[in-house]
Structure formats: structure tokens, C-alpha cells
């Protein structure tokens, strides 16, 4: 009977404190998926000797999303002229928070 080819051949016994531990359990806790602790650990050690893969970027949130316009909105009020009428205020602000259309995902 021929079974899966390994992934990992090479095997190594290595020792852990449990502060180790525990912090690796952590780590492989906020990961998503959640890695087994062995894919976790090389994960850990790519990272460490810095030859990991690209990791995904996590996606924004939709409370991150507007935490970022309102920052980003309080940044462009104090840039506007001070005496710029309030609608011209609010054009200029809409303007800049939507970006040029081609960035825009909601537009052509």
C-alpha cells in the first residue's frame, strides 16, 4: 500500500519551556486558520530565520473602515483654510475621502 508522500521528512526532537509553549499556543490562537502546533512551530521558525511566505493581509473590519474615514476626515478639516465657506468645506472633504474614481471599487 502506498501512502501520501510526507511533507516534513526530516524529524527532530526538540525541548520546550513551558513559557514556550504557551506562548506558541498563543500565537497559533490569533492565526486564521488555526494551525496544528507542528505547523505552528515552523511557522514560528520561518518567521524567525526570515524566509517566511507572504502572509494575506487581514481584511478590515467595517468598524476599522469607519474608525479610519473619521480619523482621516479629522486630518482634512484641520488642512482646509480655516475661511473656507462650510459647503465648499464639505465638497472639498467628500471629495478627498472618495478618492479618484479608478481607486473607487464602487465606481468604473
Do not use: C, Y
Not at 18 to 37: D, F, G, H, T, Y
Not at 44 to 49: D, K, M
Not at 54 to 61: D, E, G, K, L, V
Not at 80 to 100: C, F
Amino acid at each position: 500500500m502506498v501512502g501520501r508522500p510526507e511533507t516534513h521528512p526530516i524529524k527532530k526532537v526538540v525541548g520546550f519551556t513551558e513559557e514556550m509553549i504557551e506562548a506558541v499556543e498563543s500565537w497559533r490562537a490569533k492565526q486564521r486558520p488555526v494551525p496544528n502546533l507542528s505547523d505552528a512551530i515552523r511557522r514560528l521558525v520561518q518567521i524567525g530565520l526570515g524566509n517566511a511566505p507572504p502572509t494575506r493581509p487581514r481584511a478590515s473590519s467595517p468598524a476599522n473602515a469607519a474608525r479610519a474615514a473619521e480619523l482621516a476626515a479629522k486630518v482634512i478639516d484641520r488642512a482646509i483654510t480655516p475661511g473656507t465657506p462650510a459647503e465648499e468645506r464639505k465638497v472639498r472633504k467628500q471629495k478627498i475621502l472618495e478618492g479618484p474614481g479608478v481607486l473607487r471599487r464602487d465606481k468604473p
